[in-house]
């Protein structure tokens, strides 16, 4: 069936460091690609998603590349901020079950001043 | 305009108790999904609404778990004679259509439930 596997956390940074969160999935077909990030307090909020190969998609900052060859969907971001502080969770749309997202266990991010 | 609701926020039950957890989504929304996020784990699928039918029940974890959805709006997930290991957070998402796949789920807050 369908899985994501994201690393570990939690991860503590300061800030304007440079912040990696690895995603793998394994699907059949070629799935829609997302991440959802849940701030403190907050509901899941969709941060960025890629709907095929090489696409990238970015939003405030953080940017993550399709890759089918490897099959990751890594998130960046160039430079955090304390207020990216929250819980990052990778996910995935597969086409033969295109209403139901699989999650990753998501990743606890928490950046310092 | 309003955003997924849930209710109650918050729920402590005793084990062995019914309880009923509320799922107001966006209007206009014909999809409906509850997922249940366990600690120490990633959300996990339970069901999926369109308009008042259930299409895809697979991820419910037992017949102790129904849902039923009225009007093509409010959701209800009832858990009967709850077990501790239902302690979780309920996640429920509604999004224009189940299909096709880009279209985005909007998550409500959650209702966390504690089972003594």
Known sequence: ?113 | GAGVSQSPSNKVTEKGKDVELRCDPISGHTALYWYRQSLGQGLEFLIYFQGNSAPDKSGLPSDRFSAERTGGSVSTLTIQRTQQEDSAVYLCASSLDGRPRENEQFFGPGTRLTVL
């Open chain 1, 1 to 113: 069936g369908d899985s994501v596997t994201q690393m570990e956390g939690p991860v503590t940074l300061s800030e304007e460091a440079f912040l990696t969160i690895n995603c793998t999935y394994t699907a059949t077909g070629y799935p829609s690609l997302f991440w959802y990030v849940q701030y403190p307090g907050e509901g899941l909020q969709l941060l960025l998603k890629a709907t095929k190969a090489d696409d990238k998609g970015s939003n405030k900052g953080f940017e993550a590349t399709y890759r089918k060859e490897t099959t990751s969907f890594h998130l960046e971001k160039g430079s955090v901020q304390v207020s990216d502080s929250a819980v990052y969770f990778c996910a995935l749309r597969d086409r033969s079950n295109d209403y139901k997202l699989s999650f990753g266990a998501g990743t606890t991010v928490t950046v310092r001043a």
